[in-house]
C-alpha cells in the first residue's frame, strides 16, 4: 500500500520561505517555494545569500532529495516573495500552477517591480480558478480564496488515496474578504492534518488596528480634520489597503494621488473584482514617473494617454486638498512645493512597523518636515483569537504551525497540535 507524508523544507520555525513537500508514493507535489526573509531567531538572512542563492548557502532546498523523480507540480498560494521568490530557480521543465487573480497580480508587478522580484516563469505557468478542483496526478487539489493581504491569496484541500491536508496559506479574518471564511468552513470540515500559519504569535504585530475598516475610520478622519495634504506609505500590492485610502480620501472629500504601476495594477484587478476602483468620474489622479512612463511605452505603447485626463504633476496642484500614495522618492518634489508655501504635511506610514524601523530615511522625513510619521496598519496575518476560532470551526484531526517562529506557543493554545521539525516526515 501506498503511503502519503508530508515535509516541511522550511517554515517550521520562521516566518517567510516557505516550502512543503506532499508525496504519495513516488509522485509529489509542493506547495510554495518563497525566498527566505528570516532564520529562526527571526533575524535577518545576508541579502546577497537571498539574492544569489544556493545549496550551499541554505537558501536553496534540495526539494528531490533522495526521490526517484521530480514533483509533479509546484503550487503557489499567493503573491508574496517569501512564498514564490525562488520559483524562478527551477529548471525549465517543473510546472508551477497559481491562482488566476495571482497571475494578473503578477503580470503587472513583472513590468514594474526589480529585477530581484520578478518572477520569470510567470507565462509557463497553468492557472486555475479558486473553488474548482483540479487534478495533478492522483492528487486532487482545491483552492479557496483567502482573506490576506495579497489579492488572490488561497489555501489548499489537497486529497489523495483518502487522505485530505489542508494548508491555509497565508490569511487573516478581519480584512475585506473576511466573509469568504464561512465558505471554507463548509467545505473544508475535519481534514487529516490541517498546516495553519502562525506569524503573528511573535508579539510584533499591533492590534491597534483591530480590522481593515478602523484603519479606513482612522485615515477618514485624519483626512478629513484639516486642509493639509497628507503622504501615505502603503504597500501598492495590498490592495485592500488601497481601497481603503480610497474610500478615506472620498469620504474626506480629497483626491487620491498614485502612480502609473498602481493604476495599472487596480485596471487588471478590475477583471477578478470589478468593484474596485478607478470608477468614470472619480477623485483619482495620477501622476507619471519617468521610470514608469518608460515601462508602459515599452509595454504598451502610447497607451498611457487615455488616463490623461487623471495627470496631475506639481504645476498642475490646486489646493492642498490631496492625499499621495506613491512612492517615498516621488514625493519629494510634492513635499518641497508645500514647505515652499508654509504648508505641513501629514505623514502616514500604513505598513507592519518592523519595515519603518529598518530604514532611516523614515526618520529623516520627519526631521526634515517637522512632522511625525502617524501608524495606521492593521496585519495581513491572522491575530491568536481568529486562529483559534479558524481552528475550531476546521477541527483539523491533526494540526501542524507553519510560518511562525512560535511553534511552541500552539499546544497550549491549540487542539491536536503535533509540532514538528523542517525535515521531518510526516504520515497520514
Known sequence: MLTTTITILRGADTIGGSCIKVKHGEDSIVLDYGAPIMDSFGEAIDTHDVTHPTLENGILLDIQGQDSQPPLAYLLSHAHPDHYGLLSTLS??????LSDSSYSMMKISNLFYPESLQFHKLEACYQFTPGRAFSIGLFTVTAFLMDHSAFGACSFLIQVAGKTLFYTGDFRGHGRKS????????????????LIEGTTLDGGHSQQFPTEKSVEASMAKLFSSNSNPSFVVAAGGNIDRIVSLYNATKKAGKKLVIDLYQLYLLEELKKH????????????????????LSTIKKQFGEDFLR????HINVHKLQGTDYVFRISTYAM?????????QGVSPNFVYSMWKGYQDKQPMFGEMAEAYNQPWQYMHT????????????????APKKLVPIHTLNGDKFETLFKNVEKVDNGEVIYL
Open 379 to 394: 496585519s495581513g496575518h491572522a491575530y491568536l483569537e481568529f486562529l483559534q476560532e479558524f481552528a475550531d470551526r476546521i
Open 92 to 97: 525549465e521543465e517543473a510546472k508551477v500552477y
Open 307 to 310: 488616463y490623461s485626463d487623471r
Open 332 to 340: 519629494q518634489p510634492y513635499l518641497n512645493h508645500y514647505k515652499e
Open 179 to 194: 466573509k469568504i471564511n464561512e465558505f471554507i468552513y463548509k467545505h473544508v470540515s475535519q481534514p487529516d492534518l490541517m
Open 273 to 292: 473584482s470589478p468593484g474596485l476602483p478607478p470608477h468614470k468620474g472619480d477623485h483619482l489622479r495620477v501622476i507619471f514617473p519617468s521610470s514608469q
